[in-house]
């Protein structure tokens, strides 16, 4: 896929409603010792990370769980996961801090202004229903000129997927984001890319750099 086009995705006041509206503390409330894309998939994003992400970074995982996917041969200085389960995020090996935080109750994080040198927000993007805000709040915490690397994939939990993420394919999905990302007003040098490996799961990624 090339993203040569340029979709423009109307949203409506139900573009953020989900199958499941209960709260995601109960759903996230039992871990999940598992990846969420396959092994492949995976390497893809790693390899992005080892393109993107500057060696000793203070990096901010946002919905981390088990797996944050950077290279094991490069160190960063911080590495600090923001999800829904304590319990996923004490057994990922490479956070050195973790947050438990539910972004859709509470947009704000829970950080300070350019406390980060580089933002990850991996196969995660369409259970936000306050994209908008929580990328602005991205903008905030990370440093100007950071790499914001979020990445996504054709699987998530249908029941808590927004009714926008649902309605797209995946080419559309990556216009959406790219909506948000110039809505939130924080981010250039928006860059749209297929990272897909030849086998198993696609994995699309938008690189922006923080203004
Ligand atoms: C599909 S998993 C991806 C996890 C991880 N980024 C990865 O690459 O394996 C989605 C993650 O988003 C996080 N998440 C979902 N809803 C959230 C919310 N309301 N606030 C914060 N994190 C949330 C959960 O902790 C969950 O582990």
Same mark, same amino acid.
């Given at each position: ?22 709260s ?22 790693t390899?992005?990370?080892?393109? +993107?992400?500057? &060696?000793?970074?203070?990096? #901010? ?5 088990? =797996? ?5 041969? @490069? !160190?960063?200085q911080?590495?600090v996961g ?6 996923e995020?004490?057994?990922n090996?490479q956070?050195?801090?973790?947050v438990? +935080?539910?972004? &859709?109750?509470?947009?704000? #994080? ?5 406390? =980060? ?5 991996c @196969? !995660? ?9 929580v990328?602005?709040e ?43 990302l ?13 990272c ?10 938008i ?5």
């Amino acid at each position: 896929m090339a993203f040569e086009k340029n979709y423009t995705v109307k949203l409506t006041e139900d573009s953020f409603r989900r199958m499941d509206e209960e709260s995601d503390e109960k759903f996230y409330a039992i871990p999940r010792f598992t990846s969420h894309i396959d092994c492949f998939a995976m390497d893809a994003i790693t390899d992005l990370y080892r393109q +993107h992400l500057p &060696n000793n970074a203070v990096i #901010l995982d946002l919905m981390s769980s088990l =797996f944050s996917h950077l290279p094991e041969d @490069v !160190s960063y200085q911080r590495v600090v996961g923001l999800g829904m389960n304590a319990r996923e995020l004490a057994n990922n090996k490479q956070l050195t801090e973790t947050v438990v +935080h539910d972004l &859709n109750a509470e947009p704000t #994080l829970p950080f300070d202004d350019d406390e =980060f040198g580089a933002g990850l927000l991996c @196969v !995660s993007i369409d259970y936000l229903i306050h994209p908008i805000t929580v990328l602005k709040e991205m903008g905030r915490v990370l440093k100007s000129d950071s790499p914001l690397i979020i990445t996504y994939s054709d699987r998530y939990f249908e029941t808590k997927a927004t009714a926008a993420w649902l309605s797209l394919t995946d080419e559309q999905r990556g216009y959406l984001i790219k909506s948000f990302l110039v809505e939130a007003g924080c981010f250039e040098n928006i860059q749209m890319m297929d990272c897909s490996p030849e086998f198993g799961d696609p994995l699309y990624a938008i690189v922006v750099r923080v203004v």
